[in-house]
């Protein structure tokens, strides 16, 4: 386990297995959990740069850092996970909230804490 309630295994890349993810992502991650007190779905965590979503960049994405993940969720749920990640000081949100709701899923993101490449405030549509 890399925290109590995330595993190695739901963070790992689904492309290679490999699960480099930040520490800081890690706490960040848990402490969302805590806050929430009820079980979160990663949909994706570590990439690595062969990734076929990470493929398709031009410059590697925060998921190839192990600096961002995607939680599957939808209406209620999303608006609270992403206040909780706001009163955490994530500032790197992203959401699709479109289509079923077994598809849409927000994205979390630490990029700029460590990378100048990712801005801060950045909150953006897929």
Not at 43 to 49: F, H, K, L
């Amino acid at each position: 386990m890399l925290s109590q309630n995330f595993s190695q295994q739901e963070l790992a890349c689904s492309c290679c297995g490999q699960c480099k993810m930040h520490p800081d992502m890690i706490e960040l991650l848990q402490e969302i959990r805590d806050l929430h007190a009820r079980p979160m779905f990663i949909s994706s965590g570590y990439r690595c740069e062969k990734h076929p979503v990470e493929s398709m960049k031009e410059l590697p994405g925060e998921h190839t850092y192990g600096l961002a993940v995607d939680i599957i969720c939808h209406g209620a749920v999303a608006l609270d996970l992403i206040g909780y990640a706001q009163s955490l000081f994530v500032s790197r949100i992203g959401m699709n909230q479109k289509g079923r709701a077994s598809s849409r899923f927000i994205h979390l993101g630490l990029g700029d804490r460590f990378l100048p490449q990712f801005p801060h405030n950045a909150l953006w549509t897929y």
